[in-house]
């Protein structure tokens, strides 16, 4: 059963998750028409532009007396008109999904550690995560569907997400919770609290998987379905799964099993990258890593976010915590990405190969180290 605060962040959330399959989209369209490289530099600069649109908005929050809804709305319209533009140009693409990221997700970050107790963090994980699975699954079969009737054209791909964006401005703020308004105080200081380097290997984790996983996904997705709209089909397909599981499962999670919870999403996952591995033999593996993906990975980000407000609860001012989590991901991402490209450079045929085994030893180097913060009284 749904909480009213639940009933409340609905609009943002569905709005959230239906734009947020964009993302997907784009990196398949910028692999497939740039190749590895640009892919790279692309998921680079998004993630540079999430950033920096996140720490600036907070940094300017007091100045501006900025609310949640503010940064939903300017998150919205800002990637509404740069998507007009982006057709053939991936820095425009970058800069309308990174400005859409970093404005929600701290608008977002702001209103659930505001309002959240930590009791209430995995229903209500769970039942947020069927309605951004369930938005995304709309979005993605509406715009697959624009992509076949127009002949494979991107254009169809940037005026749908444009759309989306122009009614998602004006909806997606309505009947937020009160809050206070966003500012930062003195993020050195939770810096320089002893709890904060206890962060730091969850961080490089969690960080380390976002970009590779990008850049990844859309090789593997160009190389085994060669057409954006078959992309689509099997992303949707693959979406019914997970998000009808988490549906079915979503009343069972709470605090007492966070970690039962955690660990077997993150076996499915293992096996998820397993799959994206094997298929630089197989290429049809793709698509079974896909299904298993899409049924697994909804569990996962449950339990990630979970883990993530529990990593926030640190001392400080909110501001100042999530403004330096956003600074050390983001450096941590850029290594990352960066140390990856770098060194795979000339192993073409094993680039996938590689990436999807440091991605699973992640995930259970994650599990490990977020055991033990799940475990920590609040």
């Keep these: 059963m749904s909480t009213p605060l639940e009933r409340r962040l609905l609009p943002f959330i569905a709005c959230q998750g239906a734009f947020s399959t964009l993302i ?9 028409q740039r190749g590895w490289s640009e892919a790279v530099q692309f998921t680079a600069v998004m993630l540079t532009v999430a950033m920096v649109c996140i720490v600036g908005s907070f940094a300017l929050g007091r100045l501006l007396s900025l609310r ?5 709305r300017a998150g919205f319209l800002a990637p509404a008109l740069l998507l007009f533009g982006a057709q053939g140009e991936p820095l425009w693409l970058a800069m309308a999904i990174g400005s859409f990221m970093g404005l929600t997700w701290g608008a977002r970050l702001w209103l659930e550690l505001s309002l959240l107790a930590d009791a209430d963090r995995d229903p209500y994980a769970a039942h947020t995560t ?19 009737m127009t002949g494979e054209r991107a254009a169809a791909v940037y005026t749908s997400y444009a759309v989306l964006a122009l009614v998602a401005a004006f909806w997606a703020p309505h009947r937020l919770p009160d809050t206070p308004a966003i500012h930062w105080d003195n993020p050195w200081a939770v810096v320089r609290q002893p709890g904060f380097s206890r962060c730091l290997p969850l961080y490089g984790l969690e960080s380390g998987l976002l970009g590779i996983g990008m850049v990844l996904g859309a090789s593997g997705a160009v190389q085994a379905l060669g057409v954006v709209s078959h992309y689509g089909w099997a992303a949707s397909a693959a979406t019914v799964l997970g998000g009808l599981g988490l549906f079915a499962l979503r009343r069972r999670r709470h605090a007492g099993n966070r970690l039962r919870w955690m660990a077997l999403a993150a076996l499915g996952m293992v096996a998820a990258h397993a799959l994206l591995g094997a ?3 197989h290429p049809g593996l793709y698509i079974a890593h896909l299904l298993l993906l899409a049924t697994v ?8 976010q979970v883990l993530n407000q529990r990593v926030l609860d640190l001392e400080g001012a909110l501001a100042d915590r999530i403004v330096v989590r956003e600074v050390v991901l983001w450096a941590f991402r850029m290594l990352a990405l960066g140390g990856f490209w770098w060194a795979v450079q000339g192993w073409s045929p094993v680039r996938v190969l590689l990436g999807a085994g440091l991605m699973a030893v992640a995930v259970l180097l994650e599990w490990g180290v977020g055991r033990a913060w799940l475990r920590r009284t609040p």
């Design 130 to 148: 069927v309605w951004t699975v369930f938005a995304g699954l709309c979005a993605t079969l509406t715009v697959t569907l624009f992509l076949s």
């Design 297 to 304: 990975q909804p569990f996962w980000f449950a339990s990630e």
């Design 68 to 72: 949640p809804a503010h940064l939903i």
């Design 279 to 281: 298929s630089i033999w």
């Design 24 to 32: 997907g989209f784009a990196e398949v369209l910028v692999f497939a």
